[in-house]
């Protein structure tokens, strides 16, 4: 018997006391899912950053912490946590964020603003340019950059990407390390922030990388708050940036009389872009333990060297 701590919460508890033991039995796994094991006998624990286990010291048999969301950097700065982390990679997950990403490109690229807010009377026929001519960067190529840029390039549009490491992803021109940075941004129409918050990533968008985008160049941030400096922010838009759409911010909820909220350049999304999927997200759990039972290495481990 596996002993696996649920602890990323009362409100998450429901979906997934009902997707984790049917991917465990699938995995051949007799598991004892629980939300109040007994620390010495947890063999697993499922959770999140703001979970209900914030001091992993007494879980000393513990062989694995499955974090449920993408992003670490809210977890990996807690001392106690000395066991092997793995982050989320879920097809679920990676759907929504591909659809929101998708969503937002092409309101941006098409101009629908110009129509939904302009039912007036007045006869707009302005044409935009097909998807080929309006190049597109992306910024992080893991599981949910590489998608997004795979996606968009399907869609036609010249896709170019980054990473600290060289990839190689069809229709894609992908650039690596902090040389390829200006290379992959240089009069970019459309920005995509895919990037995980590290000490490398804070503030990556500053004055300078915001002045190599084309004139009118639209910011879609799904990634993390801080990966922009919001006041070289908002100066650029005062000055050549087009829009910018923000789904993170450096504190969330974002307070109401943030400047953000009235900017007629900004679109505010709550932090929506997308959500682990309990269903799709229970196979991957699943899987990780059934490694871990295995001897085999687990997937999706946090290098804490690198933070992500
Ligand atoms: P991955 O870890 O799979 O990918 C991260 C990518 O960023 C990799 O390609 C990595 O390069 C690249 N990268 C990291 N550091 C650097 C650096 N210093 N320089 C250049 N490239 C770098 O993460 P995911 O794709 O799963 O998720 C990305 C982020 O999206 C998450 O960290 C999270 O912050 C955010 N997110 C937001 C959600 C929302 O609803 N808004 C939902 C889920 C996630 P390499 O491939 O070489 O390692």
Redesign the pocket.
């Known amino acids: 018997m596996v002993n696996v701590l649920f602890a990323a919460g009362a409100k998450r508890w429901p979906d997934y006391a009902e997707a984790l033991p049917e991917a465990f039995a699938k995995a051949g796994l007799n598991v004892d899912l629980a939300r109040d094991h007994a620390p010495e006998t947890v063999d697993y624990i499922v959770t999140s950053p703001n979970g209900d286990v914030q001091d992993y010291r007494p879980y000393t048999a513990c062989k694995l912490v499955q974090n449920i969301w993408?992003?670490v950097e809210n977890i990996t700065d807690n001392p106690t946590l000395t066991q092997p982390l793995a982050r989320m990679?879920d097809p679920g997950?990676t759907q929504g964020?591909v659809e929101w990403v998708t969503g937002h490109a092409l309101r941006h690229h098409l101009g629908m603003d110009l129509h939904i807010h302009g039912q007036d009377g007045v006869w707009r026929d302005f044409v935009p340019p097909l998807a080929w001519d309006r190049p597109v960067t992306v910024l992080?190529?893991?599981?949910?950059?590489a998608a997004c840029a795979t996606t968009l390039a399907g869609l036609g549009f010249p896709v170019r990407g980054?990473?600290?490491?060289a990839k190689d992803i069809d229709g894609v021109e992908t650039f690596a390390g902090p040389g390829g940075l200006s290379q992959s941004l240089d009069k970019a129409q459309i920005v995509i922030l895919?990037?995980?918050?590290?000490d490398?990533?804070r503030h990556i968008m500053n004055t300078e990388r915001l002045a190599l985008l084309a004139p009118d160049a639209v910011i879609l941030n799904?990634?993390?708050g801080s990966l922009i400096d919001n006041d070289a922010l908002l100066g650029a838009l005062d000055e050549h940036l087009g829009h910018a759409t923000l789904?993170?911010f450096d504190t969330e909820p974002l307070p109401p009389e943030h400047p953000f909220w009235a900017h007629p350049k900004v679109t505010v999304t709550p932090?929506?872009?997308?959500?682990t999927r309990p269903r799709t997200a229970a196979t991957v759990i699943a899987e990780n333990i059934r490694r871990g039972e295995a001897g085999a290495p687990f997937r999706h481990l946090v290098d804490r060297s690198s933070g992500?």
Request: aromatic share 6%; glycine share 16%.
């Open positions: 993408a992003g990679v997950l964020m992080g190529l893991g599981a949910l950059g980054w990473a600290r490491s895919l990037l995980p918050l590290t490398a990533t799904p990634g993390r789904d993170v932090h929506i872009a997308s959500e992500y």
